[in-house]
């Protein structure tokens, strides 16, 4: 985690120490553009991303519309314990957060509060938003499959069905169930296709496995470089990434695996968001609504997706060469508020399956 100038305290501070430096911070213009619009105020954005594209964003915003924008970035669990302490006293304006499943939890605990806004609704997908209007996909990722090059057909991993298939005995590397990118998928799967076929499907990948699960995506695409495994499922972007690392190891490491978008003759690749929405006890709230609505705008859209290499979820936006070099894919449709209200049951049947 790190902490910009200008920013809030971290979320390890002790809370009276962080509202004494929030107090402090907003007596203090943050001194971002002389040609801004005259000071219209501030909104507080508590951040589960971690991403300088963010801050750009930020800036964008502050220039157009004179509001300062003061971030506190933590993981999401930390953010959801933060709110919950802070509760009616919290200055959080904007909960900015990646995955459906995150989004949901702030949601079910009665952390955000319903957002009015035709700008919003127009412009995102009614999928990729939440039915009461609680909070907003802003950029999309897809979950795909990542192969080993020269020991895998790429055409023999064209499903997510493909990873639990006999003839992967072995060679499946996977983080573990509980990581929220898994369970938003297996969320999905019990949507489309019922939890007994969800539940086979795990036991088919669990069989699978070339260990035991463990590490984070990235961790699962070198695993696959290293020879440890021949196939995975991680976030599309985490290889884009490493493709244009600058460590030359983990530049060779994304060259020698290939990338799928499962699913294109079925329903789509199993996609989710990052996203946000306006905290309960806003105390700026019509800054916070102004904000998420910026995040929809053509030039937000372009760096908000092309920075952390998402795709947009507006449909005019521009992307990068990385993303545009992916090609057009197809998207399964499933509404992600299914990935929230269905992430128990998701947590139940990977148990069941003994994939930890
Ligand atoms: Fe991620």
Not at 57 to 64: I, M
Not at 117 to 144: C, E, T
Not at 289 to 297: H, I, T
Request: glycine share 8%; with cysteine; proline share 5%.
């Amino acid at each position: 985690m790190s902490v910009r100038p200008g920013f809030l305290a971290p979320i390890a501070a002790p809370l009276t120490a962080v509202l004494a430096a929030f107090a402090l911070a907003a007596c203090q213009p943050a001194g971002t553009s002389a040609t801004a619009p005259a000071d219209a105020g501030v909104v507080n954005v508590y951040s589960a991303r971690h991403y300088d594209a963010d801050a750009e964003v930020f800036k964008a915003f502050t220039k157009a519309t004179g509001i300062r924008v003061q971030t506190i970035e933590a993981q999401g669990d930390q953010l959801i314990e933060r709110l919950k302490a802070e509760a009616d006293a919290s200055p959080a304006d904007v909960i900015l957060t990646v995955d459906a499943g995150n989004l949901w939890r702030l949601k079910d605990q009665g952390l955000l509060k319903p957002v009015r806004s035709s700008v919003l609704d127009a412009a995102i997908p009614a999928n990729l938003r939440d039915p009461d209007s609680q909070w907003y996909g802003f950029s999309k990722r897809a979950r795909v499959i990542v192969y080993a090059k020269g020991r895998i057909d790429p055409a023999s991993v064209a499903t997510y069905d493909s990873l639990a298939a006999p003839q992967l005995k072995g060679r499946v590397c996977m983080r573990t169930s509980t990581s929220v990118y898994n369970l938003s998928l297996m969320a999905a799967r019990i949507e489309r296709y019922g939890a007994g076929a969800a539940l086979t499907w795990a036991k088919g990948v669990t069989a699978n496995f070339a260990r035991d699960p463990q590490g984070n995506d990235i961790e699962q695409i070198k695993a696959v470089a290293a020879g440890l495994c021949d196939a995975t499922l991680v976030n599309h972007y985490y290889l884009i990434r490493m493709q244009a690392s600058a460590d030359p190891a983990e530049r060779a490491a994304a060259e020698r695996v290939g990338l799928v978008f499962p699913d294109q003759a079925g329903p789509g690749a199993h996609v989710n968001v990052s996203g946000a929405g306006v905290a309960k006890y806003a105390p700026n709230e019509a800054n916070a609504v102004k904000l998420l609505e910026f995040l929809v705008s053509a030039q937000a859209q372009g760096d908000f997706a092309k920075l952390n290499e998402e795709f947009p979820v507006v449909a005019n936006a521009e992307v990068g060469p990385e993303l545009k070099a992916l090609g057009a894919f197809k998207e399964d449709d499933t509404p992600l508020a299914v990935y929230g209200e269905r992430q128990a049951e998701a947590q139940k049947l990977y148990d069941e399956a003994g994939w930890r």
